[in-house]
């Protein structure tokens, strides 16, 4: 399973950015596909997830700016990032969880994406 994550940039506070990010190889139809972030002396964190069949998760810090959406024929996601401030500055890499019979298989990450949002 590979995860390739695309979007990220330079942006002013208030802006916006897509991140998106495509899973390939052996999918199971059971996942969740979610974005994860990690700024400069911080722990990773969760922010946002969805799952196939559409339950989503939204971290309260971005819950009224992010939304999250995925497109299952494609195994995609997509992050989009409104009204950005500087703290959500961060590395942001995407995550796989499968599941089978309610069973967690393995996790698969992407490789990180920048976004850095500027005062």
């Known amino acids: 399973v590979q995860l390739q994550a695309f979007g990220g940039g330079l942006v002013q506070a208030g802006g916006y950015l897509l991140l998106s990010c495509a899973a390939s190889?052996?999918?199971?139809?059971?996942?969740?596909l979610g974005w994860y972030r990690q700024a400069p002396g911080k722990q990773r964190e969760l922010v946002a997830s969805?799952?196939?069949?559409?339950?989503?998760y939204l971290d309260d810090s971005v819950e009224d700016r992010f939304t999250i959406s995925r497109d299952n024929a494609k195994n995609t996601v997509y992050l989009q990032m409104n009204s950005l401030k500087p703290e959500d500055t961060a590395v942001y890499c995407c995550n796989i969880k499968m599941y089978r019979h309610g069973t967690r298989l393995n996790d698969y990450w992407g490789q990180g994406t920048l976004v850095t949002v500027s005062s």
């Open positions: 190889g052996s999918i199971v139809r059971d996942n969740v």
């Open positions: 969805v799952h196939t069949g559409g339950r989503r």
